[in-house]
């Protein structure tokens, strides 16, 4: 996985509140991911793992310091061209599942292609639902579905517009471990058979050990950064 | 358990501001409709005791009929020689005639009328000197002899008139030119609300109003040695030529404030039924605002109840917060009635009852009022939330998501919906139909409201997926998908605005209803060709002589006249009466019960013609014989020739001879006057007509059938409009409930926004969805308020059929107000949308 970086950052500061009270939840990290991979982001709590994300994601804007997603800078986005890149190149899965409770499974899914106005790719959105096996519970509403079944929904609505990278947050902290194994499985296969690349941030360690490689910080910078068992096999 | 309720008001300010504003706008109009009511009330009360300084006794016609008067202006009069009389009388000290008319008008010496046409009212009144001083001169001196006048001081400074112009004032008699040499109060005040009063010496007020040996009234002053009640006691010894009332200056006050009182009382029970309305409303959204408010806070409640909270205490804490929200609402109300009040006076100038109101009266009625109902709604309609927050089980407070449990009497709302719905038709058609009174209509449309309340959860969905099919694209779906989210609060939401818009629908269809009746009655009544001659003072009549002078006018084929007065029928009791020239049928086409047209011929003295429905209440047949006794108290008996059954409003209960009206009634003038034309010349007829009332009669205009109509659809619509302003605050309050509603259903979803929002929806894509929402809830109510309206509309006009009523929709006017329903739910989305939008993403999607 040599290919140009997707996404990456360039001495990104973060820093909240002014003056004494000012928290820095980023000190300054460089990083970049390349198409195609598929990475975990780990540390403990206040390491700065979730503001990472979120400033890679353009929810957060930084302090200082670049973030360039697909060739686009973000700092010179206003909220309209921002709002346009996430729907368009960026995909989510949260924790919570975030699913609408008024709408199927099926509509969930499609919610991206719907808001940007775009018609469907039959053909692709057959495969993802193949790939994330909900066949039968297409016309469901979240409500009727279980947890791990509510998360894959979530992953087939990251994957369905094709976006340049999928950023998962703690996509398995509400789930159990079968559950959890079936998510990061899919992920996995989305990275190796259909060419995504997804960011994933966690603190679980079965979760990470599952992607190609893990970049842990601690007091907002990058302590580690290294390829794992998975890259290798 | 105070200071958390205190506590958790501060948490959710936005939605308590709401809740007040839905109570404090229906507080508003109560406390508004009393602080105007009772200024009037006083402002009279201080002109009319003013007024009567001086004045020991005051001497006013009565008519036999009763003691009424017309407006405070005696609709008879006392003759001349009863003056001399009293005058004569031991311990009287001085005695004045006086003469007050309406039937006058002013103009500045170039024509143009002063004091609106049709707008408040232009008075004649003489100057009473010394000692009595109704009247006192800010500027000049009082006028005496003939050719002079004074204005008051308000009217002087509209008109910018100066002491030494030349006026022209015409009344009864001939048109006089008169120069202005006093400016005046009248009780002390500048303005007697929009009343132009002219002030004339005795003699020259005799002259105007053509009344040489007669007098409104007689003021008399007495004796120091005698108190007033004395020498009242001895002037009612005195035998007069016609009734009179003999009081002193003090009661003759009272009286006059009484009478202003009672007419006044009508406008206030009007102005607080719209109050009602509006705190109906806001009922819809307090009851909305804590149900949701319960539902939100569940785990708050479980919180306090796992840690030892009573089922007692948690339904406590929410009828606490009840209790402070409907005083500090009702509060605010009684404040903003403050500033209320005077937009309700403009409100009532707008439509030419312009009426005196100085300073601002604040009676302990008005405040305890206010407070005690609007307390009492708040809590009446947050009772049942309160019980429904008894019902969280504290293991809720563990698990997250959890539902509020249903209701015992859940399952019993569709069903008691209708039964309420279907006893409020009972009681519509009771009221309407069985001649049980208003108050039953009043309840039973209060009934059907909140029956149609309760049913309309069930129609919630239906109809959102009906008008929701609008709304294109996911946005339009999702939009669609959440107003039915919750159907009970969507269908509260509605109900709101429901009543507002049935309301609006209702009198748009009784309006459309009645111009069409008016203009239906005109249209087959008179001849083609006919031309109406009328007063352009709504109410006053005319000078004999218009109809002397129309009969002359080249072309004018017929003229005739219709006059009105009253008469006491025995065995029935008070009881109006109109009459009418032979002449009357070449003109106007009557339709008969019994009988035909040449009965109006032959009235003579000795006959009369009585309506249908007047005949079947009191039995009477023609060939009956009716005792009446006339304002002149002569008493008389006259044989039923005819029945009619006629729809045009001109026939009063009984109707006779204009011969008999001017000497047994003492009616001199004419109400309306018709003039027959050949159609073919009507243009070049009333072209003339025109010119004679110009040069010799200003007061009078003449109309064509078809401006008749419209003058009269004209009047409707005015009456209309204020009915729809009044609404409006109801429609008002119910937008608020919108934006309550969106605003606490903005809240819930917050994290499901972010997400969205997260994902690429825009800020203007969650705008518009927000907007959507509005517009479905606000157009669910709309539609189910125009078809109740349409419901009412119908249900009374086949009520009133036999008054003649015709049913007439206004189709236009019923899509304009599902229009302005849809823009009223864009208007009430704006503040939600935007804050929907501008939603912190993050923070959002941290949200619980």
């Not at chain 1, 096996?133 to 979530?154: C, F, K, M, N, T």
């Not at chain 2, 109003?209 to 004395?230: F, K, R, W």
Request: glycine share 10%; hydrophobic share 45%.
């Amino acid at each position: 996985m040599t290919n140009a970086p997707i996404v990456s950052a360039t001495d990104l500061v973060r820093r909240y509140g002014e003056g004494e009270a000012a928290v820095t939840a980023l000190a300054g990290v460089t990083v970049a991911f390349a198409q195609g991979e598929y990475a975990a982001i780990m540390g403990p709590s206040g390491s700065g793992k979730s503001t990472l994300m979120h400033c890679l994601a353009g929810l957060d804007r930084p302090t200082s310091g670049s973030v360039v997603v697909d060739g686009v800078e973000l700092a010179h986005l206003d909220d309209r061209r921002l709002t346009a890149l996430r729907r368009d190149k960026i995909g989510f899965i949260f924790q919570a599942f975030n699913l609408l409770p008024v709408l199927t499974a099926e509509e969930n899914i499609l919610l991206p292609l719907s808001i940007a106005g775009r018609r469907p790719d039959r053909e692709w959105f057959e495969q993802l639902v193949a790939t994330v096996g909900l066949g039968d519970r297409l016309d469901h509403r979240p409500s009727e579905l279980s947890g791990g079944q509510q998360q894959r929904v979530a992953v087939a609505r990251a994957l369905v517009s094709r976006p340049a990278v999928v950023f998962a947050d703690e996509p398995t902290g509400n789930l159990d471990s079968k559950a959890s194994a079936d998510v990061l499985e899919l992920l996995r296969t989305s990275v190796d058979e259909l060419g995504q690349t997804v960011i994933m941030v966690t603190h679980d360690q079965d979760a990470a050990d599952v992607a190609d490689r893990i970049v842990t910080l601690t007091d907002g910078r990058i302590v580690e950064d290294r390829r794992t068992q998975a890259a290798v096999a | 358990m105070l200071t958390l309720s205190l506590r958790s008001f501060g948490v959710r300010k936005l939605r308590v501001a709401l809740t007040l504003i839905a109570v404090a706008l229906g507080v508003a109009l109560i406390s508004g409709t009393y602080i105007l009511t009772d200024t009037i009330n006083r402002s009279f009360d201080t002109i009319f005791t003013t007024a009567a300084k001086g004045v020991d006794v005051s001497i006013t016609p009565r008519d036999a009929i009763d003691d009424a008067t017309q407006d405070g202006i005696a609709v008879t009069t006392i003759p001349a020689s009863f003056l001399a009389e009293v005058e004569r009388q031991p311990g009287v000290a001085k005695a004045v005639g006086t003469i007050d008319t309406a039937n006058v008008a002013l103009f500045t010496a170039d024509g143009d009328r002063i004091g609106g046409s049709g707008g408040a009212p232009t008075q004649l009144s003489s100057d009473t000197p010394p000692p009595f001083s109704a009247i006192t001169y800010e500027e000049g001196r009082a006028p005496t002899g003939m050719g002079e006048m004074a204005v008051l001081e308000q009217t002087a400074e509209s008109e910018g008139l100066k002491i030494g112009d030349r006026l022209k004032v015409v009344g009864a008699g001939p048109q006089t030119e008169l120069e202005l040499v006093g400016i005046a109060r009248f009780g002390g005040v500048s303005s007697i609300g929009g009343f132009t009063l002219i002030v004339t010496s005795l003699e020259q007020a005799q002259a105007l109003a053509d009344q040489p040996d007669a007098y409104s009234s007689i003021l008399v002053a007495a004796d120091p040695d005698v108190t007033p009640g004395e020498l009242r006691d001895r002037l009612r010894q005195l035998p007069s030529p016609t009734p009179v009332n003999v009081r002193t200056g003090q009661q003759q006050a009272d009286q006059n404030t009484a009478d202003i009182r009672e007419a006044l009382g009508f406008l206030t029970t009007a102005l607080l039924v719209f109050a009602g309305i509006a705190l109906f409303v806001g009922a819809f959204i307090i009851f909305n605002t804590f149900s949701i408010t319960v539902a939100q806070r569940m785990r708050e409640f479980a919180l306090l109840r796992t840690l030892g909270a009573s089922r007692r205490q948690v339904m406590g804490q929410v009828i606490f917060e009840g209790l402070i929200i409907g005083l500090v609402g009702s509060i605010l109300g009684l404040l903003l009635g403050l500033a209320l009040a005077p937009g309700l006076r403009g409100l009532f100038n707008a439509i030419g009852a312009d009426l005196p109101s100085e300073g601002t009266v604040v009676e302990p009625r008005t405040i305890i009022v206010s407070l005690v109902v609007g307390t009492l709604v708040t809590l009446a309609s947050g009772l049942a939330p309160a019980i429904r927050a008894t019902r969280v089980p504290p293991v809720a407070a563990l698990r997250e998501g959890a539902v509020l449990p249903r209701g015992r009497g859940a399952r019993f709302i569709t069903p008691s919906g209708a039964i309420l719905a279907l006893g409020g038709v009972a009681a519509l058609a009771a009221g309407l139909f069985g001649g049980a009174g208003i108050e039953l209509v009043g309840l039973g449309a209060g009934l059907v409201f909140i029956g149609t309340a309760l049913l309309s959860p069930k129609l919630v969905p239906p109809l959102a997926g009906a008008i929701g099919r609008m709304f294109p694209g996911v946005v339009g779906r999702l939009a669609r998908e959440n107003s039915v989210r919750q159907p009970g609060r969507t269908a509260v939401t509605a109900s709101a605005l429901v009543v507002g818009v049935t309301l609006v629908a209702f009198v748009s269809i009784f309006a459309q209803g009645l111009k069409a009746t008016i203009a239906e009655a005109v249209d087959t009544a008179a001849r083609p060709g006919t031309l109406i001659v009328q007063n352009t003072a709504m109410g006053v009549p005319l000078p004999a002589a218009v109809a002397g002078g129309l009969e002359r006018v080249d072309g004018v084929t017929s003229v005739a006249s219709v006059r009105f007065s009253v008469s006491r029928v025995e065995g029935v009791g008070r009881t109006a009466v109109t009459s009418v020239s032979p002449t009357l049928p070449d003109v106007f086409d009557t339709r008969w019960a019994q009988g035909d047209n040449e009965l109006l011929r032959d009235l003579g003295r000795d006959h009369a013609v009585v309506t249908d429905r007047w005949a079947d209440d009191h039995g009477v047949e023609v060939g009956d014989e009716l005792a009446l006794t006339t304002p002149t108290n002569e008493r008389l008996r006259l044989r039923v020739t005819g029945i009619t059954d006629d729809d045009s409003g001109l026939f009063a209960p009984v109707t006779v001879s204009n011969e008999l009206a001017q000497e047994a009634f003492g009616e001199r003038q004419d109400a309306i006057v018709f003039a027959g034309t050949s159609p073919d010349e009507e243009a070049a007829v009333k072209a003339r007509v025109d010119r004679l009332l110009e040069q010799q009669f200003p007061l009078a205009e003449a109309l064509t059938v078809q401006e008749f109509k419209d003058q009269q659809a004209g009047q409707v619509n005015q009456i209309l409009a204020l009915f729809y302003v009044l609404l409006s605050l109801s429609v008002i309050v119910s937008l608020f409930g919108i934006v309550n509603t969106l605003v606490l259903s903005i809240y819930e979803r917050t994290r499901e926004l972010g997400m969205l929002r997260a994902i690429g929806t825009s800020r203007r894509q969650v705008r518009r969805m927000i907007r959507y929402e509005a517009v479905i809830t606000a157009l669910i109510g709309a539609t189910m308020g125009i078809v109740l309206g349409l419901v009412f509309g119908v249900a009374v006009t086949v009520a009133l059929e036999d008054e003649g009523l015709v049913l007439s929709i206004p189709v236009g006017q019923l899509v304009v107000l599902l229009v302005l329903g849809g823009l009223a739910g864009v208007l009430a989305a704006i503040a939600p949308a935007r804050r929907a939008s501008r939603l912190d993403v993050l923070q959002s999607l941290a949200y619980e």
